[in-house]
């Protein structure tokens, strides 16, 4: 019985490591996070939006309309001369609003007439992220809200209107303001869907590339440590920055080796998905060029040598094989941090202080660089770019010097001072 109670004691104190402990410390604190996030988005969705309105009809049916957008947002601006609109924009954007919504004239007429009433709506739109949306979709709650109390007045006026004009009362003319471009016929719903879709791509090719490579570059330096293998390169005439840069070099093309398949093969899951009907985003000048696209490339070959010198170093940390399988975690974890960072929210709406941690983190750069480029934003792109390469070379840098200073074989410092006591002994 005691054996048995040695034995459990042996295999617990071999898995109850910091290694494996720490992971879950980590994903405990990245749900607890995504909670607090949903949570802001409750929230959020409690708060009154911020919009302007003009109304240039003065019938019974524009009035009902115009009560709803009063009593469910904080109207920053009212008018009912179409002239106003440039002001009531204006206004808007300075009380950080969402839209400036117009009651186009004979609003009442067209509708009992059989002919939809028209609004016309000039979204402000901040942000590309989920969360950044949040205050748009309200407003298209409060539309819809329309649209119900409209059909239920015409219902119990016993008017001559259709079913048609029951059912949908409305339309709108939609113009989105975005990074200072004016897109006509698009709400920020239809933009951040088709951005999303558009940069989805990246992260997952970023991820499993990380993942991947990355877990290859580790697991095989704990193999070499296991198998004596690297002892008898490290003891061979060959200079340790042609090693590092050989390793690296090597899972570097295997990688983008991995990217080209994922690509071709998520391009073909996402177009599954689509339908000729959709709109392109090249129509409203929002497609990227051979320029962008070289960027793009450039950001993610640089991104994969930091990530692969930064998973070289974790493996320098491993003692076998079977230590080697945790220390992938925190590179993962750099990844998985800015995918979700920026699927919720754009990086021009984030606070300064997550602002400068998604910056710092160099797998969110490839993350960010299509929808910047979209937008012609090639500041935040190109800055990028020679950020990560600077963590790159400091990376290697660092990999370089534990190998030149023998650490691979002798252990840590104070491993190696004891074995040259007792080498003297």
Not at 13 to 20: D, I, M, S, Y
Request: aromatic content about 8%; overall charge neutral.
């Amino acid at each position: 019985m005691s054996s048995l109670g040695n034995i459990i004691k042996k295999e617990m104190k071999e898995l109850l490591t910091p290694a494996t402990i720490l992971p879950i410390v980590v994903m405990a604190v990245i749900f607890g996070s995504m909670g607090n996030a949903i949570g802001g988005i409750e929230e959020e969705f409690s708060e009154k939006p911020v919009i302007g309105v003009i109304n240039e009809d003065t019938g019974n049916l524009s009035m009902i309309a115009s009560s709803i957008l009063t009593n469910y947002s904080d109207v920053v601006f009212n008018s009912t001369n179409i002239n106003d609109k440039q002001v009531g924009l204006e206004q808007v954007k300075q009380h950080d609003g969402v839209a400036l919504i117009v009651i186009t004239q004979n609003f009442t007429t067209n509708i009992l007439e059989n002919n939809p009433g028209e609004f016309e709506i000039y979204w402000i739109m901040k942000g590309a992220g989920l969360m950044d949306s949040i205050s748009s979709e309200i407003v298209e709650g409060m539309i819809s809200t329309i649209n119900r109390e409209l059909s239920k007045e015409l219902i119990e006026g016993n008017t001559s209107a259709n079913a048609t004009i029951v059912l949908s009362p409305t339309q709108r003319v939609e113009t989105t303001y975005f990074k200072d471009k004016e897109m006509t016929g698009l709400s920020p719903g239809a933009i951040t869907g088709l951005l999303s879709s558009q940069s989805m791509m990246i992260p997952i090719i970023m991820m499993m590339i990380i993942l991947m490579a990355g877990g290859t570059v580790i697991s095989s330096m704990a193999l070499e440590k296991e198998n004596k293998t690297l002892e008898t390169l490290l003891t061979l005439p060959v200079k340790r920055t042609s090693i590092v840069t050989g390793k690296i070099t090597a899972s570097a093309a295997i990688g983008l080796l991995m990217a080209v398949i994922y690509m071709f093969g998520l391009g073909s899951y996402m177009q599954s998905f689509s339908m000729s009907g959709n709109i392109n985003l090249a129509d409203y000048g929002l497609a990227l060029t051979s320029q962008d696209y070289i960027l793009i490339g450039i950001s993610l070959f640089i991104t994969l040598i930091a990530g692969l010198a930064l998973c070289m170093l974790l493996g320098t940390l491993a003692k076998n094989y079977k230590s080697a399988q945790t220390l992938t975690f925190p590179v993962t974890i750099l990844a998985m941090i800015p995918m979700f960072i920026t699927m919720f929210k754009d990086f021009d709406t984030l606070p300064l202080a997550i602002k400068g941690a998604v910056f710092a983190i160099p797998f969110s750069h490839p993350m960010m660089a299509s929808r910047a480029l979209i937008f012609n934003d090639y500041t935040l792109v190109i800055a990028g770019i020679i950020y990560v390469s600077i963590f790159a070379v400091i990376s290697i840098s660092i990999v370089v010097w534990v190998f030149k200073t023998d650490r691979l074989l002798t252990g840590s410092t104070r491993a190696k001072k004891l074995f040259s006591f007792k080498k003297r002994r």
